[in-house]
């Protein structure tokens, strides 16, 4: 991991993907979904102290009646002024809108935390990256199915995407 870089809450968001009752209560390595979400809980508590945005991603089943139980984001995570995204692929931005309500927003860099780190968040960093975005990987926010896929993600793929830190690395500007 590298030296975190001091965010401007003006032009940074925190993105957690897939902080729902039914996914955090999976099998998770090399952390638990409830560690995990605990963790976003607290980047999400400074971001929005700091005036920063946050967005939460969470995924529908495309063509079905009903959504299986535990398919809203997990109680307590959402608050007023979050920015929700529905989607329905394994990335958070196609056919979502969100780039253009970031770009509305001015937010250059995205700070990323969810499960699976190698599917959800992989998949919506890598397309964050393609259309521009500065990135920043929140390592003790994420899980994956094992350990091992985990680590691929956050020791090959998100080095070269971005910068990789832990929550206690992560700096705000002050108002």
């Known amino acids: 991991m590298t ?7 003006q032009r940074t968001a925190l993105v957690l993907v897939d902080l729902m009752d039914r996914i955090v209560a999976l099998p998770l390595e090399p952390r638990k979904g409830t560690e995990v979400l605990a963790t976003a809980e607290e980047l999400a508590a400074a971001f929005r102290a700091a005036g920063a945005l ?9 063509a079905v009646a009903e959504q299986p139980p535990g398919s809203g984001l997990a109680a307590g995570l959402p608050r007023d002024g979050d920015l929700e995204i529905v989607k329905r692929t394994i990335g958070g931005f196609q056919g979502t809108g969100l780039d253009e309500r970031l770009r509305e927003r001015g937010i250059r860099t995205l700070l990323f935390g969810g499960i699976a780190t190698n599917l959800g968040v992989e998949s919506t960093a890598r397309a964050a990256a393609d259309l521009g975005y500065d990135l920043v990987f929140v390592e003790d926010a994420m899980a994956a199915f094992t350990a091992a896929e985990h680590d691929a993600s956050v020791r090959l793929d998100f080095p070269r995407l971005g910068t990789v830190v832990t929550a206690a690395q992560v700096r705000l500007e002050p108002r």
Not at 3 to 9: E, F, K, S
Not at 54 to 62: A, H, Y
């Open 54 to 62: 946050v967005v939460l991603i969470r995924v529908e089943r495309p």
């Open 3 to 9: 030296a975190a870089p001091v965010l401007d809450p």
